[in-house]
Nanobody, 115 residues
Framework: QVQLVESGGGLVQPGGSLRLSCAAS????????MGWYRQAPGKQREQVAD???????NYGDSVKGRFIISRDNAKNTVYLQMDSLNFEDTAVYYC?????????WGQGTQVTVSS
């Protein structure tokens, strides 16, 4: 079965950096677009970034120039490097993959930006 396990979240000061990882299993990872989403308290889940099987990337406007998504198909892992973090980046971050008619989600990892 499809499994997505995020890690790397935590508490960071404004201006700091974090690197999230998502280990995937149960499907042919290299064939699918992988995405990162986030959900802040009281807000809708929003797409942060995604990356195609060939490495083409797409970013939400709020993270462009600060976040970088990458993938290692040999390790079945997708990453999110987050730099210049600010208070508005505080959220639960989810890894996701869409297959056929269903979108799968990981359990999420909390990122808190606080001084």
């Amino acid at each position: 079965q499809v499994q997505l396990v995020e890690s790397g979240g935590g508490l960071v000061q404004p201006g700091g950096s974090l690197r999230l990882s998502c280990a995937a299993s149960g499907f042919r990872f290299s064939s699918y677009v992988m995405g990162w989403y986030r959900q802040a308290p009281g807000k809708q889940r929003e797409q942060v970034a995604d990356i195609t099987s060939t490495g083409r990337t797409n970013y939400g406007d709020s993270v462009k120039g600060r976040f970088i998504i990458s993938r290692d198909n040999a390790k079945n892992t997708v990453y999110l490097q987050m730099d210049s973090l600010n208070f508005e980046d505080t959220a639960v971050y989810y890894c996701s993959v869409f297959m056929s008619v269903f979108r799968y989600w990981g359990q999420g990892t909390q990122v808190t930006v606080s001084s």
